[in-house]
Structure formats: C-alpha cells, structure tokens
C-alpha cells in the first residue's frame, strides 16, 4: 500500500466531522484548556499560505493538550462586520450579508482542508444578531456604567445618581469634565435635561462632539486608513476635519489597571512595551503660572503640565498650543494679526504632521507669564509643537533641558537660563536628571531627581501646583458613520441619548438597497425613514465591537438568556493560550482587556485579564518574481514598427548592472537583430523598468516563456532578450499580496502534498515567532519524510508491523524523541520538534524498526502535527479508536543517559589500557583523545602513528 495522502486526508476529514470528533463540553471531570487564534475578517481574497501559520501552531498545540488529558476548547469563528465588505457592496451593488456569507464559506472550506480541530458548533459570526444581540447588550451595560475612582471599579451609574442625591459630586470628580462641580441640593435641582448630561460625562461608553476626517466630495467620513496625505485614497478628494457627534470609550479610566494587569500575563516584553508605550503614563506636576492680560490689572491662570518641575528655575519662555482657549484672551493689540496667521496656518495640518515633521515655528503672543517661585516675567508663545490635547495644551520651556525648546530658543534667540551649569555644553540640551541644580534658589545643590519631590510639595503648600500623572492614550472612538456595523440600541429624544430596552435586543440592522451615506456626514442609516421616525441612532459600531468580547461567546455559543453562563465562564476562564499576529497589538487587545475589565467589575464574568498568555506568530512573506521590460520609443520618423514587449532576463541586468549604457546596447544589439531597426539611431526614449510577474508563471527563478505570452494578450509577441536560452526572472522577498502576484494558496499546497506535510512543512520553516519567506521548494523534504514514515509500516507495500520487544537502541531513539517533541511542543518550537521527527524516523528506518511498541508511541507524538496519516496508520494497527484520543506517551529517564563503552586501547595489536567514550562520540573526538593519552603517548613513544583502527562498540588499535 502506497502512502495516497489524498484519500486518506479526505476519508479521516468526512469521518471526523460525521463523528463530531471535535466537539467539546462544558461538563467534564478533565482539566480545561483553551487555545484560542485571533478570529479572521473574511475578505474575498481568501486565505494564503501565510494566513494558515497561527492557526497551524494552535490545532497542534490544542491537540497536544488533548492527548495530555485536557478538555480542549479550540473554536475558530468570523470578525465579519466591516469597512471592505461595505466598500465591495458600494463597487458591486452586491449587500454585504451576501458577500460576508459567500466569503466565510470559502474560508471555512480552506481552512477545513487542512485538517483543524475546531469545534465548528461553537462558531460566531459578529454580524449574526444571535451574536451581535450580546455585544448591543454589553454596549448598554458599559452606557448604564461609571469609573468609580475610589474603588478603582466600573459600577451601575445608578451608585451614582444614589451619591449626586446625597452629596453631589464632590468626591468623584467628572471625568468628562474636569471643572464641573455640584451640591446634592444643585443636583436635585437640575432638569432631566441636565441631568443627562451630566451621567452622560461619566458613563463608560458616551457620546461626544468628535472629528472625524469628512470628505466633502465623497459626501462621506473616512477612516483613517483611508485618507492619505490629506486626500481620500479613493479618488484623490480633499479631505478636511469635521465636527460630528461620536460615540466613545472611556478606556482612559481604565489606564493603571491596564497597566497592572500586563504584569499578570503571560505577553512578550516586546507586546508588553508596545501597550505600556500606547498607554503612556508620566508623572509630574500641573504648575500654576499667571498671565497678565495686557491693558488691564487682571492675571489669568496658566497651568502646564511638565515632568520635570524639578527644572522650574530655568524656564525661558512659555508656549501654547496655538489651540489653546487663553491665546485669543492674552494676544496683545500689536501681535494680533500674526498670531491669527500663524493659528490659521496650524489648522492646516494634521496631528500627525506636527509630531512628525521637526520643523521650528512659533509666534510671540506679547503676553509675559509670572513666575510662580520668581516672579520674574516670562514671554509666552504659542507653537504647533505643543499639543492641545495632551497635559494641559501648555507648557514651560527649559531649553538646558530639553531639545525642542532648545532648538525654538536658538531659532527665535531666545536667552537660555542655564541651571546644570558644566553639564550644558551651550549646542544642545541635557535632558539627564542626573545633575546637581544651580542657578536655582532654594534647589541649588540638589540632584535633579531628588528635586523634583521637593518642588511638588512646596507647590502643593503655596497652592500653585498639584502633583499630576498624564496618559498618552485617548477615550477611543467608538462610532462610524456606515452601515455594516452593529446599530447602537440608543433612541434619541430632545437631545438625549435614551437606551433601548433590553427586550427590543437585537435591534436588527435593516436591509438597505443603496449604501449611499446619509447627509450632513451621517451613516446610510440615516437614509431609512422608518429608522429615523424612531429617532433610532444612525451611527453604527466599529469593528472592534465585536472582537472585544468574542472569546467569550464560544464558551457558551447558544445561550439565548445571557451573553454566556457564568458556570460556563467559570469553567473555561481564561484564554490559555492565544495567537495571533502583532498588528492587534494596541487596538483589539486594549479594548478586549478593557471590556474583560468592565464586566469582571460588574461580577458577570470571574476574572478580568482575557488572555494568560499571547503569542505572536511571525508573517511569512511572498516571494515576488519580476520580469524587465524593456521601456522605448523609436523616433517618430522611423517608418518600420516594432511593437513587441521585450523583457530582458535577469541575469542580463545584473551583468550590466552598473552600466546603462552597455546594457542598453546590448539589448538593442539583440531586437536589432530581430526587428532590421538600427540601434544606433532608431530609438529615442529608453528605460528598463522592472514588473512583477505571477509567480505561477516561473519555475524557480525560471520563467515560462509560452505560459506568459499567454497570460496576457498584450504579451502575446513578447520578445525576450538573455545571455541564454532560459528567462532568468529577479526575486524579492515582500509582503504576501495579490498586487504583487505572489500570493501563494494553500488549497494548491494541499492537493500536491497533502494537508500533513503541509501542516508540519509550514511549521518547519523556522520559529514561530519569526517573519520567514515562503518557498515552495523545501517542501519535498518534509514530503519524503511522511513517506518514509509510511515505509516503516509498510516498507514493501504490506503491513509488516510486529509485537517484537524493542532493543535498548531504539527504545533510546523513541525516549529521546518523546522528550524532545513534549518539551518542544509545550514552548511552541515546533520547529525543532519537526527535525527531531525526522532524526527519530531516519534511525529507525536504518535500525529496519517495525516494532508496534516503538511505532504506536511515535504516531501519538505526530498526531498534531499530522493529524491524517497518523490517524491511518493507528486504525491499521489498532482496528478502531481514534488516536485522537490516545494519550501522550511518557519517557523513562534511564533510556536518556548517555550510553559509554569501555575500549580497549591496543598499540600495534597488544592492549595497553582502557579508554571509555560515549555510544555517540565522533570517530575524529576519539581519536585525538587517545593520541593525547599519557599511556597511550608511553607506548607509541615518539615513533610515528601510520594510522588508527576504530571499530565502534568494540576496540582501538594504534599501529606506529
Ligand atoms: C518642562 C520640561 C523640562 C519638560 C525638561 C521636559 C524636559 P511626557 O508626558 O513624558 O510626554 N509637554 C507637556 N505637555 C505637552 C504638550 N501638550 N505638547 C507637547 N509637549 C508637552 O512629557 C511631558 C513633557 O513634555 C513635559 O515636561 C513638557 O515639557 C512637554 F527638561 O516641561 B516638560
């Protein structure tokens, strides 16, 4: 029998799903395990060999840990809600729901190719409203939510009207809006009105005034990723910033515990960093300067946010956000008009602008700050460098210290203070705290990082400071004016946002012919009467809505009562395991962190970090081939034509590399030849401009010259030019991408290989973690190994494993193996178990080993890497069962030792002494240790050795 990968893969595929192999349960006496994949968005391209990477490591890892006894969860299901399926339905007039559908059956049926566990009946679908129903619900419990400062805790918001009734809000300051304080006597007093809009300013999901980038000729908001440069990707429209109402997360509230809890987790440092980066906290004070307004005795407060109050004594200048409220309030009479030129020039540009570019601009504003320790008048500017939105939009400039406002002091001669005295060179700012101060009065002599403490405390006591840590991160938006999203469960009535009943769940987004937004930036749903004469909200949720709870819905997929049982979360718990690549690092894994939070807050669910731990696979790029055209014109007066595409081959070009000249002389040597055009005189513009070409198409670095001629009828008379007969094509090595035509589609790998020596070949290409070229070529390898495997069963074309007791020699092969796949497997280096696999059969193939009791543990290692011919090979032995549900072979430590023998060690055919070496020494090892013997060195007594006879496991003779 011969290994026919394709019936076997196709008969344990039908069966396994006819038996429901997979499905798993929430009531069982075995240890539970859950290894959860970032679930896919299904988009029309379908899958590519790279996209398999990450689910490959977790089905192994999920059926390791079911062979080692553990109730796995493995459910895989669909992020389906989105920009691009919109987009599609706005190209084709196709509805979304019927292109999301066609497009996750196509992703279920490659993905099933190749041989996953997932337990389908676990499946979600985030614009299913079965689903979506849930993520609506929590939506409404983070509305009806508020941060409790003091307990560090989401809560009703019910608490908190409770504590406004009896004590107003003094003690939880309003997050939305800092200066805003009341009496219980004023709060009782407020209107409804009112009222709401207050709650509105603690909820935990709120609605707000927003920009968004508006696009006026596509009457449409865009994304962020849809706008570059300032332009609309599609169709090159100017884009602006406008004022729309949004809905938000109030994530901020939830910085310090996002903090903390990555020290809870099992992430990379890297990821860690990147969170904590996003996150961004720092700590310092909030400083009170005053401004004296000009033409009048009033001074008005100006409070920046600096890390550094320990610096306050060299603080030259001030600088405003050009946004900043106070800058039209201080503006003196004389710099009137040049302020507002330069403010109106910094509306102008992005954020992303003024933080990226290191231009220097600024403009006076003729107002002077006091100083709150001095009293020495300070010039206060404005600059795009500060931001509005981060600390305070205002700042106290220390050019010794830092660099930006080094280089403002120098551009605009500004004085600069020194107070780090040898350590401020006089070219460049210091920002080190590790510096004695001088120059600064009551702080002189003290190490900077001391001083900032003893700074704080003397502004806390006079009342001019506070002590103040600040976050980077921003309340997210949580709002999209399209129309393939979750619809927000809000009505509105007079201005206030009114949640819909919970009994009115799901509400249902409604089917709509055209996906044309609504006016005035509103999302298309603004477009259905029937939904606006309910004064329904028109806004829809974003895509990571329903990504953020997901994992756990799988845990109780059908509940139709609550998002899932609490007995069914307490079960499953956490994620024990997730994988998933790096470029959710910030958005989906904050948000889910979050919600996991908010729900643990609000005793749903029993813990409230998401994922124990998280590994990030690495991206396997394509590798692009190119084709060189060969870009000319003749001149205009030629009369003969020539309209052939000609390609030069690679290795043509590189031999020219350096030398256009010469290259172009070749080649027009070459379609002179052809053509009778002379080459010297015909042409006038020329130019070799290298083109992607589709990888089917080339063989190795080959290209197949009548396969592309007929690709494309515009190359159909293609003329190649080559030092031989072959087309030599260039290669990189890029991001896999259907623009680039390199796109690799594992369906093909399959039907050639098989999904086995797919799933172990793609792990084999190197670490996990690693970015790694695909390369179709070294899949033969992996290839010859199952067949090798296979061999050993049958090594002629029948079974001939037998019930023989193992040799010590091959028990110690399969121990080794045992151990080095478990540990290997449990770290995810599956890599390294893969060579092991292959060391193991390769010495058991020379041992001619058909032993049941070496070959029977051995298929239950290989089971989640090859789950098919495993599970052949096990019927053929066993007759029934699954070796799916075997378990995991131990191995025995004495079969680990080191195996030594003791030679004996002859000179010229009589032994003189004993030497011992291990079972695996090298021939050339040994041999130098013998030489180096001092017994062996007496007997040969300087005469010189002719040679050495080595006769493994048996005896050492010296001829001299
Ligand atoms: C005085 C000072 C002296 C500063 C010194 C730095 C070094 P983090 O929080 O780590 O980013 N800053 C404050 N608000 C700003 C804004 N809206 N736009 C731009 N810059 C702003 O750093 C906070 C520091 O960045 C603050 O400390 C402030 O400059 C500046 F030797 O104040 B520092």
Redesign the pocket.
């Known amino acids: 029998m011969e290994y026919a990968f394709r019936e076997i893969e196709e008969k344990w595929q039908k069966r396994w799903k006819e038996e429901r192999i997979y499905q798993v349960s929430n009531d069982s006496d075995k240890p539970k395990c859950y290894v959860l994949d970032m679930f896919p968005y299904p988009s029309g391209a379908g899958l590519h060999v790279g996209h398999p990477l990450g689910y490959i490591a977790s089905d192994i890892y999920a059926r390791y840990k079911r062979l080692q006894g553990f109730n796995v969860l493995h459910p895989m299901g669909f992020d389906a809600f989105g920009l691009p399926a919109e987009q599609y339905a706005i190209e084709t007039g196709q509805h979304p729901a019927v292109t999301t559908e066609k497009n996750i059956e196509a992703f279920k049926k490659q993905m099933d190719n190749i041989g996953f566990c997932f337990d389908w009946s676990r499946e979600v679908r985030t614009s299913d409203p079965r689903y979506y129903r849930w993520t609506q619900w929590i939506f409404l419990e983070l509305f009806h939510s508020w941060y409790n400062r003091e307990a560090s805790k989401a809560e009703p918001i019910s608490t908190l009207v409770n504590i406004f009734e009896t004590q107003g809000n003094q003690a939880h300051p309003c997050p939305g809006e800092a200066s805003l304080r009341f009496s219980s006597g004023e709060w009782l007093a407020f209107g409804e009105n009112k009222r709401q809009k207050i709650l509105m300013n603690y909820r935990l999901c709120y609605c707000g005034i927003g920009e968004v980038n508006w696009c006026e000729a596509l009457g449409t908001v865009l994304a962020n990723d849809e706008v570059v440069n300032g332009v609309s990707e599609r169709g090159g429209y100017p884009v602006v910033k406008k004022k729309l109402r949004q809905w938000y997360l109030r994530i901020t509230e939830y910085a310090d515990r996002l903090l903390e809890g990555l020290g809870t987790v099992d992430f990379s440092e890297a990821m860690k960093e990147m969170q904590s980066n996003w996150i ?1 906290r ?1 700590s ?1 004070a909030d400083i009170e300067f005053k401004i004296k307004k000009p033409g009048s005795a009033d001074a008005l407060p100006l409070t ?5 109050p320990d ?1 306050v004594f ?2 030259d200048f001030m600088v405003l ?1 050009p946004e900043h409220a106070l800058v039209s309030e201080i503006k003196s009479p004389g710099q009137a008009a040049a302020v507002e030129d330069y403010v109106a020039y910094v509306q102008s540009r992005s954020e992303r602008e003024r933080i990226a570019e290191k231009k220097i601009s600024g403009c006076f504003t003729g107002a002077y700050a006091i100083h709150p320790f001095s009293g020495k008048q300070i010039p206060v500017w404005i600059s795009e ?14 050019p ?3 660099e ?2 080094h280089k403002f002091a120098r551009h605009f001669n500004i004085p600069i203070t020194n107070i780090i005295g040898d350590a401020y060179n006089g070219h460049e ?1 210091n ?1 080190s705290k590790d510096v004695r101060l001088q120059n600064s009065d009551f702080l002189n002599g003290l190490p900077m990082a001391e001083a900032i403490e003893v700074v704080i405390r003397k502004l806390e006591t006079e009342g001019t400071g506070l002590r103040k840590v ?1 976050y ?1 991160m921003r309340d997210a938006a949580f709002s999209r004016q399209r129309y393939w999203g979750e619809p927000f469960p809000i009505r509105w009535e007079e201005g206030i946002a009114y949640p819909l009943n919970e009994d009115r769940l799901p509400l249902e987004l409604p089917y709509v012919e055209t996906y044309k937004p609504g006016p005035e930036g509103e999302g298309p749903l603004a477009n259905i009467p029937e939904w606006t004469a309910q004064h329904l909200e028109t806004n829809t949720m974003p895509g990571y809505a329903g990504s953020s709870w997901y994992f756990l819905r799988y845990m109780d997929p059908g509940n139709d009562q609550v998002f899932a049982s609490r007995k069914a979360t307490d079960y499953w718990n956490q994620v024990d395991m997730y994988i998933g690549g790096t470029e959710h690092a910030v958005g989906h894994l904050l948000y889910s962190r979050m919600w996991t939070k908010v729900l643990s807050d609000l005793g749903y669910i029993g813990f409230d970090e998401p994922y124990k731990k998280l590994v990030n696979q690495g991206m396997i790029q394509g590798s692009s081939r190119f084709v060189y055209a060969f870009n000319f014109k003749l001149q205009p007066e030629i009369p003969v034509t020539f309209d052939h595409p000609v390609f030069v081959s690679f290795d043509v070009c590189r031999k020219y590399e350096n030398d256009d000249p010469g290259l172009f002389k070749f080649i027009l040597s070459r379609i002179g030849e052809l053509s009778g055009l002379d080459p010297e005189k015909d042409f006038s513009t020329i130019g070799v401009i290298p083109l992607h070409v589709d990888i089917g198409l080339v063989s190795g670095n080959e290209l197949d010259k009548e396969a592309f001629r007929r690709s494309n009828p515009k190359y159909a008379g293609a003329v190649f030019v080559s030092e031989t007969d072959q087309y030599i094509c260039g290669s990189e090595v890029e991001k896999m991408s259907k623009s680039k035509y390199n796109v690799v589609n594992p369906d093909d790998i399959v039907s050639r290989y098989g999904a086995d020596t797919f799933r172990m070949y793609e792990m084999f290409l190197g670490p996990l973690e690693q970015s790694k070229p695909w390369d179709t070529k070294g899949i033969e390898g992996v290839h010859r190994f199952l067949k090798k495997l296979w061999r050993l069963f049958f090594p002629d074309g029948s079974l001939v494993v037998n019930d023989d007791a193992p040799t010590e020699g091959e028990l110690r092969i399969l121990h080794k193996t045992i151990k080095k796949v478990k540990e290997d497997t449990e770290k995810l280096s599956f890599n390294t178990a893969v060579s092991q696999f292959m060391i193991c059969v390769n010495e058991l193939t020379a041992l001619k080993c058909h032993k049941k009791k070496v070959l029977e543990p051995l298929l239950i290692l290989l089971t989640p890497y090859a789950p098919h011919v495993t599970e052949e090979l096990w019927h053929l032995l066993k007759g029934a069962g699954s070796v799916l549900n075997a378990s995991y072979p131990g191995y025995a430590e004495k079969y680990l030792q080191e195996a030594t023998f003791t030679y004996p060690v002859a000179i010229n055919g009589k032994t003189r002494t004993e030497m011992t070496f291990s079972a695996d020494a090298l021939q050339t090892d040994m041999e130098a240790e013998v030489l180096a013997d001092n017994v062996v060195q007496k007997w040969i007594d300087g005469k010189q050795v002719k040679k050495m006879i080595v006769v493994k496991g048996r005896m050492i003779n010296v001829v001299v």
């Not at 920046?304 to 550094?308: E, P, S």
């Not at 460098?385 to 220390?398: E, F």
């Open positions: 961004g720092s310092g920046v946010y600096t890390t550094r610096t060299g603080v956000a460098y500060v931001l509005a939105g981060y600390g305070t939009g205002a700042i106290m400039a220390v010794c210290g830092d930006r406002d700012a920002p600040n980077k």
